[in-house]
């Protein structure tokens, strides 16, 4: 299992609650931010959207089948955005998304740094996957910084729910033996 909390240097991050509604909507109401994100994420996205994500983002992270993360600013205490890690299996995928507030300022670097760490300290996880679209050029640098390669267009096996329709680059991080 994933940590419950991790704390960065500028972030806390910890299961989404009830009390992250209005800022997640918000968040995910923002084209700038949706447009990035696979087109199974509906806009606008309404609060029935955010109830239904953070009912099963608490269920699951309860029963240990996934992990999504809220984020806050340690400094001002403001919700940030969230990341996803799948599941808890040998390999999987992540994927997270940030308020436009928090870009530009190496968050994105930070938050995947310490998630794909306390990910490979469990023993489990030997390899993390993500998706983004081609020309979502500040997430792609993220992934690279972190350590992802690119392997190109997404495989068969990871399209599933419309998750590829506008994710179409492939990336792996395989835990160095």
């Known amino acids: 299992m994933l940590p419950e909390t991790i704390i960065t240097d500028r972030m806390l991050l910890r299961p989404f ?45 309860a029963d240990g089948s996934s992990v999504r993360y809220a984020l806050t600013d340690r400094e001002s205490g403001q919700h940030m955005g969230g990341i996803r890690v799948f599941s808890l299996t040998r390999e999987t995928e992540v994927g997270y998304w940030l308020h436009p507030d928090f870009w530009g300022r190496g968050f994105g670097t930070e938050l995947l740094t310490a998630v794909i760490g306390a990910g490979f300290a469990t023993g489990v996880i030997r390899c993390f996957v993500a998706q983004t679209a081609a020309d979502n050029m500040a997430s792609r640098r993220i992934l690279e910084k972190v350590g992802f390669n690119h392997e190109g267009a997404v495989p068969a096996d990871y399209a599933r729910d419309g998750h590829c329709d506008g994710c179409s680059e492939f990336y792996r991080l395989k835990i160095k033996d």
């Open 17 to 61: 609650g009830p009390q992250d509604m209005t800022a997640h909507v918000e968040i995910l109401s923002r084209w700038e931010v949706t447009r990035w994100l696979s087109t199974n994420i509906p806009f606008p996205y309404t609060r029935t959207d955010g109830k239904k994500f953070i009912e099963q983002a608490m269920s699951q992270f």
